[in-house]
Nanobody, 128 residues
Framework: QVRLVESGGGLVQAGGSRRLACTASGGTFSNYAMGWFRQAPGKGREFVAAISYSDGLTYYTDSVKGRFTISRDNAKNALYLHMNSLKPEDASVYYC?????????????????????WGQGTQVTVSS
């Protein structure tokens, strides 16, 4: 059983930056593909970014490309999401997720059903 705990959410002004972190325990972190998803009130869960377990390939949804960076530190069992140039539409609850799969297609990484474990989420609020 893998436990994921997100941190780093909060209030940030539009145009600002924020770094989210996700700490994993209870499993071999380096064996898991990791992803960030977000969900705004009244909306479905949306893929944000993912990173493979083996070669560190990264995938992003179009709306965050060039602004967000996903990274992982396997030695620290940690996943990060560096968010720059934040926009009001980025406001959401952000979740990290872990899945045991490898794929060469970003489409696979974008599907929530491919992830087994989820954190409780951290709220990001962006003021305009």
């Amino acid at each position: 059983q893998v436990r994921l705990v997100e941190s780093g959410g909060g209030l940030v002004q539009a145009g600002g930056s924020r770094r989210l972190a996700c700490t994993a325990s209870g499993g071999t972190f380096s064996n898991y593909a990791m992803g960030w998803f977000r969900q705004a009130p009244g909306k479905g869960r949306e893929f944000v970014a993912a990173i493979s377990y083996s070669d560190g390939l990264t995938y992003y949804t179009d709306s965050v490309k060039g602004r967000f960076t996903i990274s992982r530190d396997n030695a620290k069992n940690a996943l990060y999401l560096h968010m720059n140039s934040l926009k009001p539409e980025d406001a959401s609850v952000y979740y990290c997720a872990a899945g045991q799969f490898f794929a060469s297609s970003g489409t696979v990484y974008s599907k929530p059903e491919n992830y087994y474990y989820w954190g409780q989420g951290t709220q990001v609020t962006v003021s305009s």
